[in-house]
């Protein structure tokens, strides 16, 4: 079994930063990728930033510029830098991790913007 832990949500005024961890432990051989995911009240789950196992990136167009996904391989752990937040970035961030080509999943971290 695989866990992921978030942490670093909480409460930002607008134009303020963010930075999102998760951390994997577990039966762990190799990840392949993470990501973090937000879920809004009423609105379906959605893709904001993956990274390869290997740095590629791929972010959502609402966060490019914006966020910043990125990954230590050595401490199975994947981070996003959010800055320049909106009240539209509000939501429940989860963090997946796809490890043996399961994916596993955080348990969220709110995190809301304030205008």
């Known amino acids: 079994q695989v866990q992921l832990v978030e942490s670093g949500g909480g409460l930002v005024q607008a134009g303020g930063s963010l930075r999102l961890s998760c951390a994997a432990s577990?039966?762990?051989?190799?990840?392949?990728?993470m990501g973090w995911y937000r879920q809004a009240p009423g609105m379906q789950r959605e893709s904001v930033a993956v990274?390869?196992?290997?740095?590629?990136?791929n972010y959502v167009d609402s966060a490019k510029g914006r966020f910043t996904i990125s990954r230590d391989n050595a401490k199975n752990t994947v981070y996003l830098e959010m800055n320049s937040l909106k009240p539209e970035d509000t939501a429940v961030y989860y963090c997946?991790?796809?490890?043996?080509?399961?994916?596993?999943w955080g348990q969220g971290t709110q995190v809301t913007v304030s205008s």
């Open positions: 577990g039966s762990i051989f190799r990840i392949n990728a």
């Open positions: 997946k991790a796809v490890v043996q080509w399961r994916d596993y």
């Open positions: 990274i390869s196992s290997g740095g590629i990136t």
